[in-house]
């Protein structure tokens, strides 16, 4: 059975910094791209960032400098660094696996940014 589980979230202050955590089990993790996602109230799901499974990075314009993803093959984790987060980084964010066909999704957790 695959699981991924998120975990770091939280209510931070804006300019605060948080780091998300993304376990996976059942799954060869280090074959696997992982990617994170956000959806804020009443809107639709963001990809945010990427990473292969070589560690090739990528992200969405409005996260560049200030998010870091990151891989432990040998903890099966993915890791999203959040640095200076603003009130508009408040959503639900949700890490993804991905190889050729199969994708699986994590639940999600809350992140507030708020003072």
């Known amino acids: 059975q695959v699981q991924l589980v998120e975990s770091g979230g939280g209510l931070v202050q804006p300019g605060g910094s948080l780091r998300l955590s993304c376990a996976a089990s059942?799954?060869?993790?280090?074959?696997?791209?992982l990617r994170w996602y956000r959806q804020a109230p009443g809107k639709q799901r963001e990809w945010i960032a990427n990473?292969?499974?070589?560690?090739?990075?990528d992200y969405v314009d409005s996260v560049k400098g200030r998010f870091t993803i990151s891989r432990d093959n040998a903890k099966n984790t993915v890791y999203l660094q959040m640095n200076n987060l603003k009130p508009e980084d408040t959503a639900v964010y949700y890490c993804?696996?991905?190889?050729?066909?199969?994708?699986?999704w994590g639940r999600g957790i809350q992140v507030t940014v708020s003072s």
């Open positions: 993804d696996a991905r190889l050729f066909t199969r994708t699986y």
């Open positions: 990473i292969t499974s070589g560690s090739t990075t």
């Open positions: 059942g799954i060869i993790f280090s074959s696997y791209a």
